[in-house]
C-alpha cells in the first residue's frame, strides 16, 4: 500500500497547456522532492523541499515551478508544456533527521505533442 | 561534480550471485544507498551504508569502504524477479543533503 500518491500516472497533452503533477504522503515525511527521469537514465533532482514554504531548486534546471502549502502535498507545475518535458517524473519525500531515506510515488509519466 | 560510476549493465545467470560496484567522489560523503527500480516503477530503497564494512538483508547485501570511495551490492541465489536496475546513491552534506544519483545498473538474469 502506497503511502506517496501521484496523480496522473500518465498524461498526454498538446503543447501549450498548463499542467499540475500531484503528490501527497501521508507519512508525515518533512522533506519533498521531484526527480526527472527518462528512460533507462538517471535521475536528476529538480526540485525539493524541507518544509512548509520552503522551494528550492536542484541541480537540473526544470521550467516547472512547486509550492508546498501543506506538509502533506508538494504539487508540481507547469505553465506552458513543450515536447522537450516529456518524461517521467518521480516524488519522494523523507524525514530531514536521520538516514535521509526516501520513499518514492509511482511517478507520473509526461508525454508532450 | 560528484561523479557516481557504475557499470551499465550486467548479466548473470539465475541461481549465482552477481556483484555490482560503485564508486564515488569522497568529499562530503554522508551516506550511500541502493536502491532497485523495475522497468516502468518507482525505485526502492534496498539498503544503506554509512561506516565501513558489509550490512547483510536476506539475498542481498551491500559493502562500504569510505576511504576508497567504493560500494558493492552482492545479490546471491538470483532470481528471475532480480532482473531490475539497481541504482547506487550517495548522501553529500555539502549539496545540502541531497542525494545524488548515479545512472543505474540494468541486471539482466538469465535462466
Known amino acids: 500500500e502506497a503511502d506517496i500518491y501521484q496523480t496522473p500516472r500518465y498524461l498526454v497533452i498538446g503543447t501549450g497547456k498548463k499542467i499540475t503533477l500531484e503528490c501527497s504522503q501521508t507519512?508525515?515525511?518533512?522533506?519533498m522532492y521531484w526527480y526527472q527521469q527518462d528512460p533507462g537514465m538517471e535521475l536528476h533532482l529538480i526540485h525539493y523541499?524541507?518544509?512548509?514554504?520552503?522551494?528550492e531548486k536542484g541541480d537540473l534546471s526544470s521550467e516547472s515551478t512547486v509550492s508546498r502549502i501543506r506538509t502533506e502535498h508538494f504539487p508540481l507545475t507547469l505553465e506552458s508544456a513543450r515536447p522537450s518535458h516529456t518524461s517521467q517524473y518521480l516524488c519522494?519525500?523523507?524525514?530531514?533527521?536521520?538516514?535521509?531515506?526516501?520513499?518514492f510515488g509511482a511517478g507520473s509519466r509526461l508525454t508532450v505533442l | 561534480g560528484q561523479n557516481i560510476d557504475q557499470p551499465t549493465e550486467m548479466t548473470a545467470t539465475e541461481g549465482a550471485i552477481v556483484q555490482i560496484n560503485c564508486t564515488y567522489q569522497?568529499?562530503?560523503?554522508?551516506?550511500l544507498f541502493w536502491y532497485q527500480q523495475h522497468a516502468g516503477e518507482a525505485p526502492t530503497f534496498l539498503s544503506y551504508?554509512?561506516?565501513?564494512g558489509l550490512e547483510e538483508k536476506g539475498r542481498f547485501s551491500s559493502f562500504l569502504s569510505r576511504s576508497k570511495g567504493y560500494s558493492y551490492l552482492l545479490l546471491k541465489e538470483l532470481q528471475m524477479k532480480d532482473s531490475a536496475s539497481y541504482l547506487c546513491?550517495?548522501?553529500?552534506?555539502?549539496?545540502?543533503?541531497?542525494?545524488?544519483f548515479g545512472g543505474g545498473t540494468r541486471l539482466m538474469v538469465k535462466p
Open positions: 523541499s524541507y518544509g512548509v514554504n520552503s522551494t
Open positions: 507519512m508525515g515525511h518533512d522533506k
Open positions: 569522497t568529499s562530503g560523503f554522508n551516506g
Open positions: 519522494a519525500s523523507s524525514f530531514r533527521a536521520g538516514a535521509n531515506v526516501l520513499t
Open positions: 546513491a550517495v548522501n553529500y552534506n555539502n549539496a545540502g543533503n541531497m542525494l545524488t
Open positions: 551504508n554509512v561506516l565501513d
